[in-house]
């Protein structure tokens, strides 16, 4: 099945600052990688996602870019602010419907 | 409509004893899914229903794990004789049929004591 690695896990970064996260893929069938970011008591917030007709994608300050190749894509975030500060998960779709998600990053921004 | 409801938001229950845990997807979306979240770690797909028909479950999901989508709308998870390993964080997630734009609830936190 399929199987996901994400890196790192804590990222502590200056406010103004840009975070990037990686994440590795193993099946080369998966066609759809979203992003979420978690915070306690709001549950997974779809915050970014991309298919895999696509290579890059941005919204305001996030981007993630998807190198099929060599089945890895990452988030961007750049001039971070304090909200922020979150755990976030990477995820793949292979073949069926369900998600495989990475072991998450926590982000923190300092101000 | 304002996502994907989960009821109850925390759940404290004896070991032994059976809970019983309920989504409400987002009313458009046809697939609904569970899965399991344990501190410190991503979730993990537990099962998957295409309106009413389950049509995945995962190796995770034992015979004490039950679920339900009696009318292709909401769905209820079940847990028989509640072990402490089944702590975790339930989550459920909805999306429409073509199955991007997975939209998660908040989930139902349960603590077997």
């Known amino acids: 099945g399929e199987n996901v690695e994400q890196h790192p896990s804590t990222l502590s970064v200056q406010e103004g600052d840009s975070a990037v996260i990686k994440c590795t893929y193993s099946d080369s069938a998966s066609n759809y990688f979203p992003w979420y970011k978690q915070e306690l008591g709001k549950g997974s917030q779809l915050i970014i996602d991309?298919?895999?007709?696509?290579g890059e994608k941005k919204d305001q300050r996030i981007a993630v870019t998807l190198n099929k190749t060599a089945k890895h894509f990452s988030l961007h975030i750049t001039e971070t602010q304090p909200e922020d500060s979150a755990v976030y998960f990477c995820?793949?779709?292979?073949?069926?419907?369900?998600?495989?998600f990475g072991g998450g990053t926590r982000v923190l921004v300092k101000p | 409509d304002t996502g994907v409801s989960q009821d109850p938001r925390h759940k404290i229950t004896k070991r032994g004893q059976n809970v019983t845990f309920r989504c409400d997807p987002i009313?458009?979306?046809?697939?609904l899914y569970w899965y399991r979240q344990t501190l410190g770690q991503g979730p993990e797909f537990l099962t998957y229903?295409?309106?009413?028909?389950?049509?995945?479950k995962s190796r995770l999901l034992s015979d004490r794990f039950s679920a339900e989508r009696p009318k292709g709308s909401f769905s209820t998870l079940e847990i028989q004789r509640t072990e402490q390993g089944d702590s975790a964080m339930y989550l459920c997630?909805?999306?429409?049929?073509?199955?991007?734009?997975?939209?998660f609830g908040s989930g139902t936190r349960l603590t077997v004591v």
């Open positions: 995820a793949a779709r292979a073949a069926g419907n369900k998600l495989t």
């Open positions: 991309i298919r895999s007709n696509v």
């Open positions: 229903f295409q309106n009413e028909a389950q049509l995945e």
């Open positions: 009313s458009e979306h046809n697939r």
């Open positions: 997630a909805s999306s429409p049929d073509r199955g991007f734009g997975y939209t």
